[in-house]
T-cell receptor, first 115, second 115 residues
Framework: AQKITQTQPGMFVQEKEAVTLDCTYDTSDQSYGLFWYKQPSSGEMIFLIYQGSYDEQNATEGRYSLNFQKARKSANLVISASQLGDSAMYFCAMRGANTGNQFYFGTGTSLTVIP | NAGVTQTPKFQVLKTGQSMTLQCAQDMNHNSMYWYRQDPGMGLRLIYYSASEGTTDKGEVPNGYNVSRLNKREFSLRLESAAPSQTSVYFC??????????????FGDGTRLSIL
């Protein structure tokens, strides 16, 4: 069974500081993909970053990076130089090789950036 | 540049009424999905369609039916609405390449309240 766990319901970070949002996953698949989405208060789901299970390097996209630790089955999102606009819900999701087109989402982390 | 369009954006129903949520995508993607989002539970997959003419159950299919009318459109039907189906519903679309890094592209959601 595939499962995504996000253990931080809410996080606070000072503006301009870095923050790490945790995500652990459970899968028996050898090939899988991990995705992070941002959901601002307006409600839309915005794709941020992707990490493949066979990728040797941690993914980076601008101020977003993934701390991928395959042995620990964790894929933590790091946001550097936080901005007020980063305040949102953040969801980790996984696609497994044996689940085809199905995605599994975590319960999300609410991030608040403090000025 | 619409991407994924959901209609309606808001709807209030009475228990027992029926309703169809519409979703259309203009990205020529093969796979489409319906999720529901409830507080503290992340996104849960209701149904998905890997390609035109096929549909499969997700995690929470009970009380719902779907139709993949053509490649562009994927509708979700509540035959007899129940208060437990009060939720925010998201439709998404994705390329068919199962193992790629392509994310799902989401619509803006439909807020459904059942009294």
């Amino acid at each position: 069974a595939q499962k995504i766990t996000q253990t931080q319901p809410g996080m606070f970070v000072q503006e301009k500081e870095a923050v790490t949002l945790d995500c652990t996953y459970d899968t028996s698949d050898q090939s899988y993909g991990l995705f992070w989405y941002k959901q601002p208060s307006s409600g839309e789901m915005i794709f941020l970053i992707y990490q493949g299970s066979y990728d040797e390097q941690n993914a980076t996209e601008g101020r977003y990076s993934l701390n991928f630790q395959k042995a620990r089955k964790s894929a933590n999102l790091v946001i550097s130089a936080s901005q007020l606009g980063d305040s949102a819900m953040y969801f980790c999701a996984m696609r497994g090789a044996n689940t085809g087109n199905q995605f599994y989402f975590g319960t999300g982390t609410s991030l608040t950036v403090i000025p | 540049n619409a991407g994924v369009t959901q209609t309606p954006k808001f709807q209030v129903l009475k228990t027992g009424q029926s309703m169809t949520l519409q979703c259309a995508q203009d990205m020529n993607h093969n796979s489409m999905y319906w999720y529901r989002q409830d507080p503290g539970m992340g996104l849960r997959l209701i149904y998905y369609s890997a390609s035109e003419g096929t549909t499969d159950k997700g995690e929470v299919p009970n009380g719902y039916n779907v139709s993949r009318l053509n490649k562009r459109e994927f509708s979700l039907r509540l035959e007899s609405a129940a208060p437990s189906q009060t939720s925010v519903y998201f439709c998404s679309a994705r390329t068919k390449d199962y193992y790629s890094n392509q994310p799902q592209h989401f619509g803006d959601g439909t807020r459904l309240s059942i009294l």
